[in-house]
C-alpha cells in the first residue's frame, strides 16, 4: 500500500501535469525510450529480475550495484521486498491463492492492486535472505523512497524537462511493462505454451515483441534460472541478448 500511495499514484498525477509544463519533442521521445531501456529492461527485468530474483547469470559488483538502483526507479518496490515476493511467493504458489500477482484474484489485482497487499505479514522476507547480507542493496531498501524522490527532485533541479518530460514517463513506462506481464502472462487463453506447467503460464508473441522477450513466460517459469527465455529459435529474448555484455567471464 506505500507503494502506492507515495510512488504510484503521485507519478501519474505528475505525469499529468507534466503535459501541461513540458514541450515533449522528438528528443523527449528518444530520451524516454533510452532511460526506458535502462530503466525497465537493465534496471527491472535484467536487474531485479533475471540477476536478484534468479541469479541466473553473474556479475561485477559495480554492475550489481547500478542495475539495483536502475531497478529502484522502476517502481516495483524495494528491491528486498521485490525478490521476496518473486521468489517466495510468485513462483513458490504460481497462480494459486496465495500468488499476489496472478490475475486468478481479478485483472485489476494483478496488474497494480498486489501493491496494496504486499507487506511484512504476507511476505516473508527470508527468501531474500542473500540482500540482507549486502549493506549496500539493504541501504536501498531502507531509504528506498528518499532515493526515489531524491532523484526527481535532483534531476528537476538540474533540468524540468528532463525529470518530469524524461525520466518521469520512463519510470511510468517500465511500472506498466513489468505489470502488463503479470497479466497476459498468465492468462491461458492469451498464448501458448511449450512446457506442461502446474501454472497458468503462457508465451505471448506480441508482448515478447514490444517487450524484450519477456513475454516467453511459459518458457521462463518452466526454466526459472535461465537467463534467456528463448526455447525455439524464433522465440528471440532480446533482454537476454542485452544482458550478455554484463556476464562475469
Not at 498464448?191 to 515478447?208: E, K, L
Request: proline letters at 2%; hydrophobic letters at 45%.
Amino acid at each position: 500500500m506505500k507503494t502506492l500511495l507515495k510512488i504510484t499514484i503521485p507519478i501519474h498525477l505528475l505525469l499529468i501535469l507534466s503535459f501541461f509544463i513540458v514541450d515533449y519533442t522528438s528528443y523527449n521521445l528518444i530520451g524516454i525510450f533510452l532511460l526506458w531501456v535502462l530503466i525497465g529492461i537493465y534496471g527491472e527485468e535484467i536487474g531485479y529480475h533475471r540477476y536478484f530474483s534468479h541469479r541466473s547469470f553473474k556479475t561485477y559488483k559495480p554492475i550489481e550495484r547500478m542495475l539495483a538502483y536502475l531497478g529502484l526507479l522502476g517502481n516495483q518496490g524495494s528491491l528486498l521486498f521485490w525478490v521476496a515476493l518473486h521468489r517466495g511467493i510468485h513462483h513458490r504458489y504460481t497462480d494459486k491463492e496465495n500468488d499476489l500477482h496472478s490475475p486468478i484474484h481479478g485483472i485489476f489485482s494483478s496488474f497494480i492492486g498486489w501493491q496494496t497487499k504486499v507487506s511484512n505479514k504476507t511476505i516473508n522476507l527470508m527468501s531474500a535472505r542473500d540482500i540482507y547480507s549486502d549493506k549496500f542493496l539493504m541501504f536501498l531498501h531502507e531509504y528506498y523512497y528518499f532515493i526515489f524522490w531524491g532523484t526527481i527532485v535532483l534531476s528537476s533541479c538540474i533540468s524540468l524537462n528532463f525529470s518530469l518530460g524524461i525520466l518521469l514517463p520512463a519510470i511510468v513506462l517500465s511500472f506498466y511493462q513489468a505489470n502488463i506481464v503479470n497479466v497476459i502472462g498468465h492468462i491461458r487463453s492469451l498464448g501458448y505454451r511449450n512446457f506442461n506447467t502446474t501454472d497458468n503460464s503462457v508465451n505471448n508473441v506480441f508482448v515478447s515483441l514490444i517487450l524484450w522477450g519477456q513475454g516467453w513466460h511459459n518458457n521462463h517459469h518452466a526454466r526459472p534460472n535461465n537467463s534467456n527465455f528463448r526455447v525455439k529459435w524464433w522465440e528471440i529474448d532480446i533482454a537476454h541478448i542485452l544482458l550478455i555484455p554484463l556476464i562475469k567471464k
